[in-house]
């Protein structure tokens, strides 16, 4: 344990022993309901040991009501089994946020309590404090704290009017949250509060087919790749399908939709990958097709940035060979990613764009993080990433940037996710100081693993 | 009386009989090789004809080969678009519409995953884990299968079915059966209740 780790757990250790309260999210427990407050408490707990232990002691049993695993003395904490009340959602956010804090300036790989068998979508529900974690296979949504708490996870398909819907991405909108659900008719948009309970629909878009996974919130707008139906008669004899694939740009106010660049190409934007970002308030998304080509969109203006902002060995995207014919197949198909170089994804923060990149023939580190200023349309620098995961699925923010460490792919909609690697901002937006560029740092954070 | 005309007639008469023998000796050398050619050449023949009745049985053969395929291909190709046609007409007869013959389908698949449900309570815990997780994987084949025969892609990501051929969208509709559900002790079962506008 580094001297820095040690001196602040026992000084939390006195604190405890002397029977101060824990943390400032305590103060709050006595407004909150008793099941709320037992939660807080459990969570502050499991996070205090998971941040210092590096690994969860504590979790909460929504079904039982219990906070378990209490190995250090102090056992389990009987709580009243009434339902969650939604503002706990928050309350737990706040007392995570306060000790996140304390580890703001180290990598840290975090154990993922009970994880999820798939992440379609990551996010921050709130900024540090709750990551919100989208399984479209099973239509659940898990939230966890930044300790890899698993806080609460939902499970049942949504009841809207007669339908039963079942999530498939989840995407913070404005103050709330914008959802893609299905029932067994279709897919729409939905919009759905930050307590995760209240549905509403999103205005019916005209000519929208499909959206695939990845697409993206822009103010007002969700940009994505999917597929228009095509009112042309002449191309739909041509195509004889009726529909045009290519980035799509839908306006929820106006219930508009328009097909920005047509781009035939599917392959890679069925993968799992995210090739969509937003970055100061424009859209910047990669086409993969036999080059990789980073496009900015502003307004529907799409234009081409300059082939410099793509490392040069990472230009050229290979075909995919294997077959996607069957859920055990995608195993192979994702095999076949894990040993080929390669853009996987693209990531806005501030005004900066960063290219996430595979190379499983480099020395130092396999993945990597290229920043883009797209303003200028220049690469800045490089960051290599600690891990060792074969998938990545990234989550910027403020304070810190996670990387969820995901496995091998065992079949579609199944693979192990065991830690969540988080790396200080600073760490990654000025790649020049960065200390994952100096070989001892970078090793320390490797080997915390 | 003397003998001398007696003995010349004599000698003349077995000189001629000797050029008698001697044709016909020449008649039966030229007969014998007559026959002894005759023979090669009828045997020349039987094996020229035998080898022609070959070649000539091969190419009937081939020829007959042809023609069976032709027609017999043609006649079970026309027999099996007639069978085809029939049995499309008797299915359209009976199912009217696609979109019934998909709720047909759906409502055998629901009802078939009740009736798998209602039997799975009686097993232990471990083989109903083990059947649950084959029945999502056999669901989830047979969507990708459905999928590609509905001539779209699959994506990976959420699970879904995008562009089909035709003017229809199908959304992700196999059985949602979680592996890792009946595991998950940490899970909310608590029900969503989400209201609409």
């Keep these: 344990m580094r001297p820095s780790k040690l001196l602040a757990a026992s000084i939390l250790a006195l604190l405890w022993a002397f029977g101060s309260p824990i943390h400032s999210g305590v103060e709050t427990l006595s407004s909150l309901t008793p099941k709320a407050a037992a939660l807080v408490a459990c969570s502050t707990l499991s996070t205090q040991s998971g941040l210092f232990a590096n690994r969860s002691t504590r979790s909460f049993d929504d079904a039982t009501g219990l906070c378990v695993d209490g190995n250090d003395g102090c056992g389990p904490v009987m709580l009243a089994k009434q339902a969650l009340p939604t503002r706990s959602v928050l309350s737990i956010a706040a007392s995570s946020k306060a000790l996140l804090q304390l580890t703001a300036s180290s990598c840290q790989h975090i154990p993922v309590a009970s994880p999820p068998e798939w992440i379609t979508e990551a996010f921050w529900l709130q900024e540090g404090a709750l990551l919100g974690m989208v399984n479209a296979y099973h239509g659940e949504v898990s939230l966890y704290d930044p300790s890899g708490q698993l806080k609460q996870r939902i499970t049942r398909p949504y009841q809207f009017g007669a339908r039963e819907l079942v999530l498939q991405a989840l995407v913070p909108y404005h103050d709330r949250l914008l959802a893609q659900a299905h029932d067994q008719e279709r897919s729409a948009l939905f919009f759905l509060d930050n307590q995760l309970s209240h549905m509403v629909e999103a205005p019916i878009l005209p000519n929208l087919r499909t959206l695939y996974a990845g697409w993206v919130v822009n103010g007002d707008d969700v940009v994505g790749y999917g597929s228009v139906s095509t009112a042309d008669k002449r191309k739909k004899r041509v195509n004889g399908r009726g529909f045009q694939l290519g980035f799509i740009r839908l306006n929820l106010p106006r219930a508009s939709t328009k097909l920005v660049v047509p781009f035939e190409d599917n392959d890679y934007y069925l993968v799992n990958q995210q090739y969509i970002t937003t970055a100061g308030g424009n859209v910047y998304f990669i086409a993969m097709d036999t080059t990789a080509t980073i496009y900015r969109l502003s307004k529907d203006i799409a234009t081409r940035l300059n082939r410099r902002t793509v490392p040069d060995e990472y230009l050229t995207v290979p075909a995919l060979n294997t077959p996607s014919s069957g859920a055990d197949k995608v195993r192979g198909q994702f095999e076949e990613l894990q040993a080929t170089r390669l853009a996987v994804g693209l990531y806005g923060y501030d005004n900066f764009i960063y290219l996430l990149t595979r190379n499983p023939e480099a020395l130092d580190s396999m993945w990597s993080l290229y920043k883009i200023d797209p303003r200028s349309e220049r690469l800045v620098g490089r960051i290599p990433l600690p891990s060792l995961a074969p998938h990545l699925t990234l989550v910027p923010g403020d304070h810190y940037w996670l990387a969820i460490e995901k496995g091998t792919v065992e079949f579609a909609g199944r693979q192990q996710i065991r830690d969540i690697l988080s790396i200080p901002t600073k760490w990654i937006t000025a790649p020049e100081a960065s200390p994952l560029n100096r070989p001892s740092d970078f090793r320390q954070c490797l080997s915390n693993n | ?197």
């Design chain 2, 1 to 197: 009386m003397p003998d001398t005309p007696q003995k010349e007639d004599d000698t003349e008469s077995l000189l001629a009989e000797i050029e008698n023998l001697k044709v016909q000796n020449l008649l039966l050398e030229q007969e014998a090789d007559f026959r002894r050619r005759f023979t090669e050449h009828v045997t020349d023949v039987d094996g020229r004809l035998r080898a022609g009745k070959f070649q000539l049985g091969l190419a009937g053969l081939v020829v007959l080969c042809i023609a069976w395929y032709g027609t017999y291909q043609k006649l079970a190709q026309q027999l099996e678009q007639q069978l085809g046609q029939r049995v499309q007409t008797r299915l359209d007869q009976e199912f009217n519409t696609k979109g019934i013959q998909e709720r047909i389908s759906r409502s055998a698949t629901d009802a078939a995953h009740r009736i798998i449900q209602q039997r799975l309570v009686s097993f232990g815990n471990a083989e109903s884990d083990e059947i649950k997780c084959l029945i999502d994987r056999l669901g989830r084949d047979l969507f990708f299968l459905q999928c590609h025969t509905d001539g779209g892609d699959y994506d990976v990501g959420r699970g879904a079915c995008v562009n089909p051929g035709g003017e229809r969208f199908s959304a992700n509709a196999f059985p949602k059966i979680n592996c890792g559900e009946i595991s998950e002790t940490h899970t909310s079962h608590a029900p969503v209740q989400a209201t609409s506008r």
